[in-house]
């Protein structure tokens, strides 16, 4: 009896086949024709499908799609493909195999400038939290009015580039003769070397970040947390929970959100952004400065009249690529997964 | 029962006023620690651009008189190529990117035509994709198409590498008006690219603006590819400029390096003075981007 019954559904499924086909050729048909309002058996009206309108709107979106093909895609396949070849000045490429990656493995400055972003990566993620505890402050205060104001206050460094505080910070520490050289020197009778002792170097990086108050995601967790409906205040404030216990049970969990958004960006910006390093770059500091990013930047564009290393640049560009898109994906699945 | 109804509010704003000053006194305390650390910068950069070289070193954290006007000038003369070049990039960056983004975006959201859903993953996918890569084989791209060092390896870059993010946006923003609000016009007659004009374009403008301040942001304190793509002095934005300016020899006039400095934040400011709650708002307007 039951293999009967097996029988004809293997049957049916067997007549259903050229059906099915038919039914996914039909959706692959819809996808590319853009013809999904279609039902099977209907006419295509070809006119609608490749008229006047249908030409204007393709060139409406033509540009966009143009530029970001050029433009983004093809450097984004050329770093897949050259990161296997031999790169002359010219432009030229060789194929060499893992040649590329053999010189990045072998280099020992690699391992250093990877020790270097950990230092970085761990300590942005440390610093995230006082732009929390400053968003929290603040959005605590009882006047809209003044809560504003501060909000306004803290966004007012952003007119300045963010080049021109790191040139500021490196004129105030100064290389010879600096204003917070000699204040050190004063009071503690030795004078330090901020920006050219390489034991120095990384904690000078990561203290011209005080207040570690980024206006940006201040704005971002303000958002967040004025998001949620009063009654949720009342309710807290009703059952008398204190200001640290409000923190850790209610206003963390509620910008769990916002807080991962901030995360993803300071994980992907941890491992791949140089800038700052870049403009704090000396040859004395060379070991301690060096973050496998600004690594990739120096071999294609070197300081003196060292030639440029495209292929090895070209690797660790991908290497980095890879790594951060697993870092990211691992991210967004650790988001989806406690959503 | 009318009265209870009167006093309540008032006996409650009484308690309020009783508990607000111990609690939010410490609150505003710390706000200042914070704020005066953050504009501690700016402070010092204002200070020192009215001042001789002499005494931006010997008193640093004071203001000095008489102050010094003509620091100004000075900076004004070194700095001006950059600035008004990079005023020319960042409104060419500006206008471009958003007319191109948004023109795909009205298409993509609400026209039909052939492989619109696959280009439209093609741009889609370009968000969750990591740029660190492409330094190098832009640049090598960049010199081949022989447009470095001029006002294109800026903007061209800028539209393909910026724009999937904003198209998105705006294809969202599109979709969530009506269909009829377009298809009345249509029926009227009215050609595309009219519609588009009147109708589309006017009805995203807060979008547009939001994405004008972020662009204006971006260009004004890109660094990194400006500095790599434009090598020829008269042709550097202001950043690169900058950087320049601090390890040469002009860098050793203090007061003039400042107001340097200070005069490179111009244009945001006058951006900020005029559109507070939009460059706020353009602050954080890339933070979705995943």
Known sequence: MKKKAEGVKLHNSGRNLPAALKKIGLKIRNYVLDTEEVLPGQKIRWKRVFGLSALVAFLFALPAIVTNIIFDWIPMFDGIIKAFCYVDSRGNSYFVGLQNFKNVFSDPI?????????????????????????????FRMKSAKVQYVYRVLLCLPMVVPSLVFTLLWIFVFGYNFGVLTDLAERLFGHRYNFLGDPKLIKWTILFTGIPWVTSNNVLIYI??????????????????????????????????????????????????????????????????????????????????????DYGYSYALGLILFVVSLFLSLLTLKFVKSSD | MNTMNNALPIAKMAGKKRRWIPHDIGKNIYMWLVLILMLLPLYILLISSFKTSADVLNHFFVPTFPLVFTNFPKAWEIISPYFLTTFYYAAMNTVI???????????????????RKLLFMCLFAKMFLPTVMNLVPSFMLAAKLGILNTVWVIVLFCVGQSQPYWVFVMKTFVEQQPKELFESMRLDGASELRIFATL?????????????INLVLFSWNDFVWPLVTLTEDSKRTITVGLYWLS????????????????????????????????????????AIKI
């Open chain 2, 200 to 212: 589309v374009a006017p009805l995203l403008l807060p979008m547009i603006s939001l994405m004008a």
């Open chain 1, 223 to 308: 958002g967040g947390l004025n998001g949620i409906s009063e009654s949720v205040w009342d309710a807290a404030k009703m059952d008398g929970v204190g200001p640290i216990r409000k923190f850790f049970s209610l206003e963390l969990p509620l910008i769990v959100g916002q807080f991962k958004l901030v995360l993803i960006g300071v994980l992907g910006a941890s491992i791949t952004s140089y800038s700052t390093q870049l403009l704090y770059y000396n040859a004395a500091v060379h070991d301690s400065i060096m973050t496998p990013g600004l690594l990739m930047y120096y071999k294609a564009f070197p300081l003196t009249t060292v030639p440029s």
């Open chain 1, 110 to 138: 690699l391992y250093k400038s990877i020790g270097n972003m950990l230092f970085f990566f761990v300590f942005n993620l440390l610093l995230m939290f006082p732009t929390i505890i400053c968003t929290v402050v603040m």
């Open chain 2, 247 to 286: 390890k040469s020899q002009v860098g050793r006039d203090y007061g003039v390096l400042m107001s340097g400095y200070l005069l490179s934040a111009l244009p945001l400011v006058v951006v900020f003075l005029f559109g507070m709650k939009a460059f706020m708002k353009g602050l954080t307007a890339g």
């Open chain 2, 97 to 115: 990117t958003t007319l191109v983004s948004v023109l795909a975006g009205y298409a993509f959201g609400k026209l039909r035509f052939p492989c």
